[in-house]
């Protein structure tokens, strides 16, 4: 997995659309500390269209569920949880089911980037 840094995140708490970028996550079947788990990813406002497509991928226990504009066929998301372990996937607006590559601390989110600048991490 290769180290990178995305400039969006929004948590699995049900937010739709995503500081505006046409992505959605989704609770549902995750436990209150799995939904603490941001879905980063860098965000394009021209992407956006009327109909998002469905997404999905099991990580640490849990099956994460998104819904994601199509126009980002083709781009890196990450999931990173509570503890900062990360997984990325290549988002494939033709198939539900993401293939998550294995899990490292690769992945760097907006809030990671505030902690480290506050001297937490």
Do not use: C, W
Request: charged share 15%; proline share 3%; glycine share 12%.
């Amino acid at each position: 997995m290769s180290i990178l840094s995305f400039t969006n995140q929004g948590l699995f708490t049900g937010e739709f659309d995503i500081d505006g970028f046409n992505v959605d996550s989704f609770p549902q079947g995750l436990t209150s500390g799995q939904q603490k788990s941001a879905l980063a990813f860098d965000g394009n406002i021209a992407l956006e269209t009327d109909t998002l497509v469905p997404a999905s991928g099991a990580f640490l226990g849990g099956v994460y569920t998104m819904d994601i504009d199509p126009g980002y066929h083709g781009k890196v998301f990450a999931i990173i949880d509570k503890d900062r372990l990360s997984t990325q996937f290549t988002f494939n607006s033709a198939s539900e089911a993401q293939t998550f590559v294995e899990a490292g601390y690769d992945s760097v989110g907006p809030e990671i980037r505030r902690l480290a600048a506050l001297g937490y991490v």
